[in-house]
């Protein structure tokens, strides 16, 4: 986000992302290595191959990236790449960023001070009401409210932070309504706040994508409150990209005999905030106004120099792949086992990314997949 994307890499990025086997992990790697997008497509077969794909990755041509990006205007969204003036600046600073998101509605909230509420689905009764009641009142302190657009807790914090500022992060396309009982207050954020989506137009949402959605909606956030968690819930998994991304976390207490506040009561156990309200919210911001994630001018990918002339040579590549396995594998200690020069470690795992045999864990781990299994980073 160093100056105005040229039309040729605007477009070139979208092609990128929307590619076979690329990810947002392999889409940060491609932009670190090459100079730019255009070069990079140019270099996806020829890196895909020497990963083991026998046969190339679909990558969009020009005509299929043209007709998304005006199929989006036409259902009165924008299709927003990474880079674009307009490319939310706390999306940028994650690590990583989505490469592409599309947006419709009131854009200029995502510039604004925001707060997540997220929790149970399953909602009681007075979790549902202690998330509208911070919602609203954030939203009169003027904080904009990112939530997830579930049923239960999301719910009940958009509806409160309709007239504050609110904004939806939905787990599939933009166009996508889920759940359907949610079809009324999915169209009154698009009109009175924001939506936001990583996926294309159409994309049904299923389980596999709703953590790429949560990590959105702590990466728009200055914080994200849990409101009823349970131990195995999304909400934990939003909080953990909260903490990884330099977010404050909050947890609203609950009893103990209830299933639905075991979550957020671990949480608050490991550290998170106790809030009952949201003047404690706010007060606990206040004390971290200096921003774990303040924004440089000029936010973007660092390029790595010696990484984009790096050539790992067939021994090299057969060390490092002999060196993973089915079982997630830290990069730290693939550089210690090897005793390889970290770029070169870099440019076989993107390799074997983009050939479909790599898959990426939280914590900058990686396991190996069979030969051919598609698999975005």
């Known amino acids: 986000m160093t100056g105005a994307l040229s039309a040729a890499e605007r477009l070139a990025r979208l092609r990128l992302a929307r590619s076979e086997t690329v990810g947002p992990v392999t889409f940060s790697e491609l932009l670190q290595h090459f100079p730019n997008a255009v070069e990079a497509l140019e270099a996806l077969p020829a890196l895909a191959r020497r990963g083991g794909r026998k046969s190339l990755p679909h990558i969009p041509g020009r005509v299929e990236a043209e007709r998304e990006i005006a199929a989006v205007e036409a259902a009165g969204g924008r299709l927003l790449v990474y880079g674009d003036a307009d490319f ?23 510039t604004r001070k925001t707060v997540a509420i997220v929790g ?24 904009v409210v990112a939530s997830g657009l579930a049923r239960g807790i999301d719910a009940a914090a958009h509806r409160a932070s309709l007239d504050g500022g609110t904004i939806g992060v939905v787990g599939g396309g933009l166009d996508v309504v ?33 953590p790429r959605r949560n990590r959105i909606i702590s990466g728009l956030a200055l914080g994200v409150v849990v409101v009823e968690a349970a131990m195995r819930s999304g909400s934990l998994i939003t909080a953990r990209f909260a ?15 209830d299933p639905r506040a075991h979550g957020s009561n ?20 206040a004390q971290t106004s200096a921003s774990p994630f303040a924004e440089p001018d000029t936010p973007g990918f660092t390029r790595r120099p010696a990484m984009a002339v790096a050539e790992p040579d067939a021994e090299m590549r ?6 993973l396995s089915p079982t ?8 210690r086992q090897t005793g ?3 770029p070169h470690i870099r440019m076989v795992l993107l390799e074997l990314d983009l050939a479909g045999r790599l898959h990426r864990s939280p914590g900058d781990r990686v396991s190996l997949l069979p030969a051919e299994q598609p698999s975005g980073g």
Do not use: C, W
């Not at 991304?245 to 009893?255: K, L």
């Open 88 to 110: 939310p600046r706390r999306l940028a600073m994650i690590d990583p960023p989505p490469p592409v998101i599309t947006v419709r509605g009131a854009l200029h909230l995502a």
């Open 120 to 143: 149970s689905r399953n909602a009681s009764a007075a979790g549902a009401r202690i998330a509208a009641t911070i919602a609203r009142d954030l939203g009169q302190e003027g904080y």
């Open 178 to 210: 889920y759940p359907e009982e949610n079809r009324q207050l999915h169209e009154q954020v698009a009109e009175r706040g924001l939506l936001v989506a990583e996926m294309p137009l159409g994309t049904q949402p299923r389980g596999k994508l709703f």
């Open 243 to 257: 903490l990884e991304q330099g977010r404050d976390v909050f947890a609203v207490p609950g009893s103990p005999l």
């Open 266 to 285: 671990s949480l608050i156990k490991q550290g998170a905030a106790l809030v009952e309200s949201a003047a404690d919210v706010i007060a606990a911001l």
């Open 318 to 323: 057969a060390l490092i792949t002999s060196a």
């Open 328 to 335: 997630p594998t830290a990069i730290d200690d693939i550089v």
């Open 340 to 342: 390889l020069a970290v």
